[in-house]
């Protein structure tokens, strides 16, 4: 009989709060934040792979089912799921393998493969490790790595802050949103967050090209923001930082701006339909384009803010039609396989 789990699945994993700066009061282990889906790996006698929100993956992700069953038995792994193309972190790819055909899913997993980033150990063959300090499991977790095969990773880690901010920068080409720091002496605390994370914040200047307005319906509710792509304006994402003044306020300024036509109709436009979206309202106002705000997001999906962006300031100064995605290019760095690779070093 296969060696048992020391604790019974679902659980829900230990998260992170956000912060500016990284920490450094006391001894610290930082590690990449990689941009996927996180994810607990559960061995023989019960394999499966369970979302952040207890919700199973390997219907989706078949091709991992290998690489989870390779775990020893009893063993559970805290990871993150990825797809990398071009040696660059792809979430677009891996929003698209969460799909109900089957055809579609086999499909998918010849033609966009997962990976799997292990970052911590919560059981060892049926002991019970979320008790010991994470620097225990992390030594434990670098032991069982080195006899795991493709495509499981192992996450680099350094107790150098110095290092921590080289790659906080350097990795961002790889897909890396950023970077997680966690006690080297905490122990693992599920559904609750213990750890610290610093995400990338940019500036773009936007356009406005529509609104939604609030459920309230005498107020704004968020701006839908564009970019220009040759001479039509894109939607890629929303604004909703505003305080309830503003929000009045700024409904009179923009009733004058509206008009039949926002976005343009050959790319992206708001309130297109989504399996994502299910039954929400998305209905919108569309304006002319002549109002500019500048905005600061964490992280891309494509060519959209992944969340919604943060109002940073009005600029009348500049022209809508420099507003355009070529303030969103990519920094030059290592690739995934660089970024892994640190971890031997």
Not at 70 to 80: M, S
Not at 158 to 164: F, L, P, Q, W, Y
Not at 178 to 205: E, F, L, S
């Amino acid at each position: 009989m296969a060696t048992a789990h020391p604790f019974p699945p679902p659980l829900t994993p230990m998260e992170a709060r956000v912060r500016e700066r990284l920490p450094s009061d006391g001894a610290w282990a930082y590690e990449p934040k990689w941009d996927g889906f996180r994810a607990l790996a559960w061995s023989a006698p019960d394999v499966r792979l369970d979302s952040r929100k207890q919700r199973p993956l390997l219907r989706y992700l078949p091709e991992l089912t290998g690489a989870v069953e390779a775990l020893p038995p009893g063993t559970v792994v805290d990871g993150e799921v990825v797809v990398v193309i071009d040696g660059q972190l792809h979430f677009d790819a891996l929003q698209q393998r969460i799909h109900p055909a089957e055809s579609r899913i086999a499909r998918l997993a010849a033609e966009t493969p997962a990976g799997l980033v292990a970052f911590d150990l919560l059981a060892w063959r049926g002991e019970d490790l979320r008790q010991a300090p994470f620097q225990e499991r992390r030594e434990r977790l670098v032991e069982l790595a080195g006899n795991l095969p493709r495509p499981w990773h192992l996450t680099p880690s350094t107790t150098e802050i110095d290092r921590a901010e080289d790659w906080f920068d350097r990795f961002e080409s790889a897909g890396c949103d950023g970077i997680v720091a966690k006690r080297a002496t905490d122990r693992y605390q599920p559904a609750t967050r213990a750890m610290v994370k610093v995400k990338h914040r940019r500036h773009v200047n936007t356009v406005i090209g529509g609104y939604r307005l609030h459920k309230e319906g005498d107020r704004v509710g968020s701006l839908l923001l564009g970019l220009y792509d040759k001479d039509e304006l894109a939607f890629v994402g929303h604004c909703a930082s505003l305080s309830d003044a503003d929000r009045i306020a700024l409904l009179e300024t923009l009733r004058p701006l509206e008009a039949d036509e926002g976005f343009g109709q050959a790319v992206r436009r708001p309130g297109e339909p989504s399996r994502w979206t299910g039954d929400k309202d998305l209905s919108w106002v569309p304006l002319r384009p002549e109002l500019v705000a500048e905005v600061s997001y964490d992280q891309l999906t494509g060519h959209r803010f992944r969340h919604a962006a943060r109002l940073e300031r009005w600029r009348a100064d500049v022209d809508p039609p420099t507003c355009t995605f070529g303030q969103l290019a990519t920094p030059a760095g290592p690739a995934f396989d660089e970024v892994i690779a640190a971890a031997e070093r």
